[in-house]
T-cell receptor, first 114, second 110 residues
Framework: DAGVTQSPTHLIKTRGQQVTLRCSPKSGHDTVSWYQQALGQGPQFIFQYYEEEERQRGNFPDRFSGHQFPNYSSELNVNALLLGDSALYLC?????????????FGPGTRLTVT | RKEVEQDPGPFNVPEGATVAFNCTYSNSASQSFFWYRQDCRKEPKLLMSVYSSGNEDGRFTAQLNRASQYISLLIRDSKLSDSATYLCVAVKTSYDKVIFGPGTSLSVIP
């Protein structure tokens, strides 16, 4: 049973570029949440997708957008990249009927903006 | 003020020691609390949920004090493998935004 997978593992982009990160949830999970974790900080909640809709959103600008597909996989898009967007981007999946303690994280995508 | 705050650490303790971490939360509407463990350059993994009555899992004990709005994690008989960053989480409902604390780094020394 595959857990949460994310791609790519690492990514280097230039300021002003756009990036798309991908996440496949754990089998049986239908909800995907995205987090940004800067070095030395805790993960910051970006947004959560359920039934292909954004259900909750953290304090991130509109440059951060997402999508969930019918197979529950998800994408995180970031436009007009800034140096401060350099971070580890984590995806977590869960099943809508369970409580939060059933949330599983993927290994993350490490984004470097130069 | 951050919504969830933790002891900044780092905590450097010898093997076998008992260590306690505290975490405070500012939103009194928070209903669910968790401790996650994160190893260097890895993803967070759930360590334990925190229940109102307190709960224990082997060497780990979590406590919740709603009146003072803090939670704690106690680790007894520390092992080298306990070295990690411990993240505190508070959330209002299962479907609300999840707030992580900044984490407390623990190093267990031989």
């Amino acid at each position: 049973d595959a857990g949460v997978t994310q791609s790519p593992t690492h990514l280097i982009k230039t300021r002003g570029q756009q990036v798309t990160l991908r996440c496949s949830p754990k089998s049986g999970h239908d909800t995907v949440s995205w987090y940004q974790q800067a070095l030395g900080q805790g993960p910051q909640f970006i947004f959560q997708y359920y039934e292909e809709e954004e259900r909750q959103r953290g304090n991130f600008p509109d440059r951060f957008s997402g999508h969930q597909f019918p197979n529950y996989s998800s994408e995180l898009n970031v436009n007009a990249l800034l140096l401060g967007d350099s971070a580890l981007y984590l995806c977590a999946s869960s099943f809508s009927g369970y409580s939060l303690d059933e949330q599983y994280f993927g290994p993350g995508t490490r984004l470097t903006v130069t | 003020r951050k919504e969830v705050e933790q002891d900044p650490g780092p905590f450097n303790v010898p093997e076998g020691a008992t260590v306690a971490f505290n975490c405070t939360y500012s939103n009194s509407a928070s209903q669910s609390f968790f401790w996650y463990r994160q190893d260097c350059r890895k993803e967070p993994k759930l360590l334990m949920s925190v229940y109102s009555s307190g709960n224990e899992d082997g060497r780990f004990t979590a406590q919740l004090n709603r009146a003072s709005q803090y939670i704690s994690l106690l680790i007894r008989d520390s092992k080298l493998s306990d070295s990690a960053t411990y993240l505190c989480v508070a959330v209002k409902t299962s479907y609300d935004k999840v707030i992580f604390g900044p984490g407390t780094s623990l190093s267990v020394i031989p």
